[in-house]
């Protein structure tokens, strides 16, 4: 059962709410949105269920809940959630293209690029300043330095931006600079990071750990909803299967699940998913047709010479050429790109 507070519900109003769920021997999961308290009641269904919590004041619904994740359901909530990054809106109808380099290898790299995304239509910046590599040895991102440069280019350009997180450490860092912040296929399950995340205000993209069943994701996202941090946009970025020819498995399918048992936006990586250049176009398309909330792409502007990730990265004139395709696409069912 969820316990939807009114807008302006006091905290004795719920604290009232929290004190009658204990007296019955429920737990009581509160999180406190930037809009309004919502109340989650682990306990005896049939107990919780019987009493009337529409009569105490400050309540403005109970919800029943099935699924182990609440808050992120559709029963809890039947609109779409429209997640506001920087001044773009995401969800419910409005698509949102992300793109630029994988990683911020230097000012003139980042700029080049955010340039080219922002003139093709890119409406959200990408960029990272930790980069999660399978090696070691590998190049790690430029830290606090690439998160400075990704802030002038913004600024620059008035384009909000998007960055990973690894750390629980960084959470503070990467929160104060980016406008919408990520949490890796990695770090799905990194269950200290997602409630560090939950705890900030900046909005979310979740992807889906590549081993992770849609049920798994959704339980993440409820990690982070449960803290406090609302403002979740989910990503399908492939799943690991037998199939070697791609880097992974574009699970399409998961778009209409996950808006079916959720209220929270979806988009598609298909660049990390598809794992080389000429799959981004053709999985990007099948995004848009089955009606995912965006896309998150990879755009250099010398792909032979990225330190991350050159295989799958569209050149500029790609990108800008994919867009076109896109609005055709979105026109026909019915979303402005
Ligand atoms: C990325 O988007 O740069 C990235 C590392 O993606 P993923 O976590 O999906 O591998
Ligand atoms: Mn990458």
Redesign the pocket.
Known sequence: MIIVMAFEATAEQVQAVVDRLRDVGADAHVSSGQRRTVIGAVGDRGIIQQLPWEAMGGVERAVPVLKEFKFVSREFQAEDSVITVGDVPVGGGHFAMMAGP??VESREQLLASAEAVKKAGAVILRG?AF?PRTSPYSFQGLGEEALILMREVRDLLGMPFIAEVLDPRDVEVVSEYADLIRVGTRNMANFTLLREIGRQKKPVLLKRGFTATIDEWLNAAEYIYKEGNHDIIMCERGIRTYEPSTRNTLDISAVPVVKHLSHLPVIIDP??SGGHKYLVGPLAKAAVAIGADGLLI?VHQAPETAK??GA?ALLPDDFMELMDELRKIGTAVGLSI
């Open positions: 994988c990683a990272d980069k660049s990390h990879d991350v990730d799958q």
